[in-house]
């Protein structure tokens, strides 16, 4: 089970250092938030983004967090940042963002399926990513925080007899044992496969009882 459930810790996003470089109103001188895809170069650094809604950006200034360990890859992350011009976007801060890929349930040692609660739901225009806001109910034990575990079960995928097919997941949730004084919103992606089915079916455990939600990528 651990390695298959992945630990949702609740943490804060990063914060970065922020110059003033555009005053008022302009065109692009508001901030906005979008879950992103972060291209790491060879030196460990983030350079540029592509959003859920496909628009690439440079980043004016490469970013560094602790949680950037492996060069030359992709992390999933929320992004505040500013667009400069159409091209470019300068980092307000950032924080990663859980993303699970679906494993064949009889691969789960465990399959824990404690409460969450379900605020939001949404397909990416790209028809990469499934998004979720999670409310997570949580708790500090001798002043720490620890990390849920959530994973993403495949328990089948069904093939219509017109060839068209529907992919059932569902939602694993470990509280391991954290009190439930209040409540967080985190966000979690799904990386959908390829090629995409033609209907996902999520369902997961809520307060209010079993939820089950369709999308069609």
Same mark, same amino acid.
């Given at each position: 089970?651990?390695?298959?459930?992945?630990?949702?810790?609740?943490?804060?996003?990063?914060?970065?250092?922020?110059?003033?470089?555009? =005053?008022?109103?302009?065109? *692009?001188? @508001? +901030?906005? %938030?979008?879950?992103?895809?972060?291209?790491?170069? %060879?030196?460990?650094?983030?350079?540029?983004?592509?959003?859920?809604?496909?628009?690439?950006? $440079?980043?004016?200034?490469?970013?560094?967090?602790? #949680?950037?360990? +492996?060069?030359?890859?992709?992390?999933?992350?929320?992004?505040?940042? &500013? =667009?400069?011009?159409?091209?470019?976007? =300068?980092?307000?801060?950032?924080?990663?963002?859980?993303?699970?890929?679906?494993?064949?349930? #009889?691969?789960? =040692?465990?399959?824990? $399926?404690?409460?969450?609660? !379900?605020?939001?739901? #949404? !397909?990416?225009? +790209?028809?990469?990513?499934l998004n979720m806001g999670l409310l997570v109910k949580t708790g500090r034990?001798?002043?720490?925080?620890?990390?849920?575990?959530?994973?993403?079960?495949?328990?089948?995928?069904?093939r219509h007899e017109d060839g068209r097919s529907a992919a059932y997941y569902?939602?694993?949730?470990? $509280?391991?044992?954290?009190?439930?004084?209040?409540? &967080?919103?985190? *966000?979690?992606?799904?990386?959908?496969?390829?090629? @995409?089915?033609? +209907?996902?079916? @999520?369902?997961?455990?809520?307060?209010?009882?079993? @939820? $089950?939600r369709r999308f069609i990528p």
């Amino acid at each position: 089970m651990r390695r298959l459930l992945l630990g949702l810790l609740l943490t804060t996003v990063v914060g970065c250092e922020i110059d003033s470089y555009e =005053k008022g109103e302009g065109r *692009y001188s @508001l +901030t906005q %938030a979008d879950l992103c895809e972060l291209h790491v170069d %060879a030196r460990q650094q983030g350079v540029s983004i592509v959003t859920d809604e496909g628009a690439s950006y $440079q980043l004016t200034s490469p970013v560094t967090a602790q #949680w950037i360990a +492996t060069p030359d890859t992709t992390y999933r992350v929320l992004m505040y940042y &500013n =667009k400069v011009d159409e091209t470019h976007a =300068k980092t307000v801060s950032l924080g990663t963002v859980v993303t699970l890929q679906p494993v064949a349930h #009889w691969r789960f =040692k465990e399959q824990p $399926q404690d409460p969450l609660g !379900l605020e939001s739901a #949404w !397909l990416a225009t +790209t028809r990469r990513y499934l998004n979720m806001g999670l409310l997570v109910k949580t708790g500090r034990i001798n002043d720490e925080e620890l990390p849920h575990n959530i994973g993403l079960a495949q328990d089948t995928v069904y093939r219509h007899e017109d060839g068209r097919s529907a992919a059932y997941y569902r939602l694993l949730h470990s $509280q391991n044992g954290i009190p439930e004084y209040y409540t &967080n919103r985190r *966000y979690v992606s799904i990386l959908l496969p390829t090629p @995409l089915p033609d +209907t996902v079916v @999520l369902t997961m455990e809520t307060y209010e009882g079993r @939820l $089950q939600r369709r999308f069609i990528p």
